[in-house]
């Protein structure tokens, strides 16, 4: 866009006089594209900053840092929740050293779809997965729980199937009204 305009233009200084844009033409080659250089500074100490508002500035620096982990480090649910809502390049490098080996394998072992859930979970929650109470996040087992047995995968099919049906069933095949 702005080369066409830059086009338009030259056409324009073209037809109005052949010697101002010859001009033009001139002073656009000749041009560094610079403009004049600054004035030197009278008094550089007054134009310096203030040592003391830099060494504020770096006080200030640090002390954030300092309370982001502060409060990384305040709890494990905590860590796990700040994990779970990072990208995975970030995840590289987040701090886990409140978790225990196990709670750390699990942590890992987790899908991205199941840690926005934890992500999105509350901290009690995230504290009873990590203790290893079953059943405490949906669809995601807790820390040690066990996978469910191979060999009632039918029963466990069959119940879900009696459960779906019974909660979508109408109400008038059952012959009261469930609320």
């Given at each position: 866009?702005?080369?066409?305009?830059?086009?338009?233009?030259?056409?324009?200084?073209?037809?109005m006089?052949?010697?101002?844009?010859?001009?033009?033409?001139?002073?656009?080659?000749?041009?560094?594209?610079?403009g004049?250089?600054?004035?030197?500074?009278?008094?550089?100490?007054?134009?310096?900053?203030?040592?003391?508002?830099?060494?504020?500035?770096?006080?200030?620096?640090?002390?954030?840092?300092a309370?982001?982990?502060?409060?990384?480090?305040?709890?494990?649910?905590?860590?796990?929740?700040?994990f779970?809502?990072?990208?995975?390049?970030?995840?590289?490098?987040?701090?886990?050293?409140?978790?225990?080996?196990?709670?750390t394998?699990?942590?890992?072992?987790?899908?991205?779809?199941?840690?926005?859930?934890?992500?999105?979970?509350?901290?009690?929650?995230?504290?009873?997965?990590?203790?290893?109470?079953?059943?405490?996040?949906?669809?995601?087992?807790?820390?040690?729980?066990?996978?469910p047995?191979?060999?009632?995968?039918?029963?466990?099919?069959?119940?879900?199937?009696?459960?779906?049906?019974?909660?979508?069933?109408?109400?008038?095949?059952?012959?009261y009204?469930?609320?």
């Amino acid at each position: 866009m702005r080369f066409l305009q830059t086009i338009l233009n030259a056409i324009m200084q073209l037809l109005m006089t052949p010697v101002q844009f010859l001009e033009w033409l001139l002073s656009k080659l000749s041009s560094t594209g610079g403009g004049a250089p600054a004035e030197p500074l009278q008094n550089l100490e007054a134009a310096l900053p203030d040592e003391g508002r830099i060494d504020e500035a770096r006080d200030l620096e640090k002390g954030k840092a300092a309370a982001a982990d502060v409060i990384l480090k305040q709890s494990p649910e905590l860590q796990v929740k700040m994990f779970a809502g990072m990208s995975e390049a970030d995840r590289l490098q987040a701090d886990l050293s409140l978790l225990t080996p196990d709670q750390t394998f699990w942590l890992l072992d987790l899908s991205d779809d199941q840690l926005k859930s934890i992500f999105e979970t509350s901290d009690r929650r995230i504290a009873a997965a990590l203790n290893g109470e079953h059943n405490t996040l949906t669809a995601i087992r807790s820390v040690g729980q066990p996978a469910p047995a191979d060999d009632a995968w039918l029963a466990n099919r069959i119940e879900a199937k009696r459960a779906i049906t019974f909660a979508t069933a109408p109400s008038s095949s059952l012959g009261y009204a469930v609320h």
